[in-house]
């Protein structure tokens, strides 16, 4: 079986069909269609990735389009969509594309169970289409074991990785609150080898110079848009991550990294990282940076 899965999302989106895809690969023939940087981290984990904004591709979405020729890999048997296609263009077109195989359109996010989380929603979508997918189990596997697999020859460092941003402001709490962690976590690891990692990525430009101004990067060091690979290796290897809601923070718990994930306005039920060490902090708007730090060095401390 041959298995053409769209998915046209941001990184944490895009991450969130890896729990079956880890299941499908198995029993399948599986190529991705989205947009990087999610596609690149999936990439060693199915048989081939296209960029949706390549070439081609966007005739998906036009009216009336002639047959797609730029495919470089044989006809699907199941074709299986994540779009918002209210007019039916989308699923018009990709039966005209592959006439012979099976067309499967679902909403994007889910409609009826808002509180289902991302993961098994896609899972249950995929198994809905006929796929080799059984979306409660290979959810439930994620929950304990990384689907990313990590090659036993990286051991985890005395290094404790910070994310503070996210693609949207809402998810984070304030800078103040990261650089009173920083400073907690110093005095907490005084005398000890523990590095402290803050990870940026290109849309938090502003972070980068707020983080450059108060602190020390001879004791903080600040990796501002690492290359793919070496920020996989960074994440390997961390004795610890703490970030937001994001494609990082679930990046990091599908590869088994002990995970600290800091919730303000989305869903845990919905958007929890998949992964087996991972810990679900709560909060609010307004809440004290002080307190939520409290929770994060209490936990830390009760793990050793």
């Known amino acids: 079986m041959r298995v053409l899965i ?11 069909l890896m729990p079956a895809i880890s299941h499908l690969c198995k029993k399948a023939e599986t190529v991705l269609i989205g947009r990087s940087p999610g596609i690149d981290y999936l990439k060693p984990y199915v048989d081939y990735c296209m960029d949706i904004e390549g070439s081609g591709w ?5 009216k009336g389009p002639e047959k797609h020729t730029g495919l470089l890999f044989p006809e699907p048997d199941n074709v299986v969509a994540f779009v918002e296609d ?3 263009t989308i699923t018009k077109n990709l039966k005209a594309w ?3 195989a099976s067309i499967n359109v679902f909403p994007v996010f ?3 169970n808002k509180d289902i989380h991302m993961a098994l929603y896609m899972g249950q979508c995929l198994e809905a289409a006929g796929l080799p997918v059984d979306a409660r189990r290979s959810f439930e596997d994620s929950l304990e074991h990384p689907v990313m697999a990590v090659r036993a020859s990286l051991k985890r460092e005395d290094r404790i990785v910070l994310h503070p941003g996210s693609g949207s402001v809402d998810k984070n709490y304030p800078p103040v609150l990261w650089l009173e962690l920083i400073g907690r976590l110093k005095r907490s690891y005084k005398g000890r080898k523990k590095r ?4 940026l990525g290109p849309a938090e430009e502003d972070l980068r110079f707020f983080f450059k101004d108060q602190i020390d990067e001879r004791v903080v060091e600040l990796a501002f848009c690492i290359e793919k690979d070496k920020l996989v290796t960074l994440l390997r290897k961390a004795g610890v991550y703490i970030g937001h809601d994001s494609g990082i923070t679930h990046l990091a718990a599908m590869m088994g990294t002990p995970v600290i994930a800091l919730f303000k306005k989305s869903s845990p039920e919905q958007w929890a990282p998949p992964g ?3 810990k679900i902090i709560r909060g609010k708007e307004g ?6 730090c409290d929770e994060i060095l209490r936990f830390l401390e009760a793990r050793g």
């Open 6 to 16: 769209i998915r046209a999302g941001a990184l944490g989106d895009t991450l969130m």
């Open 58 to 62: 966007h005739g998906l979405f036009m």
């Open 86 to 88: 209210t007019e039916g």
């Open 98 to 100: 592959f006439p012979e």
């Open 110 to 112: 889910p409609i009826d």
């Open 196 to 199: 402290i990692v803050i990870v």
């Open 276 to 278: 087996p060490d991972v």
């Open 287 to 292: 809440r004290p940076a002080t307190t939520l």
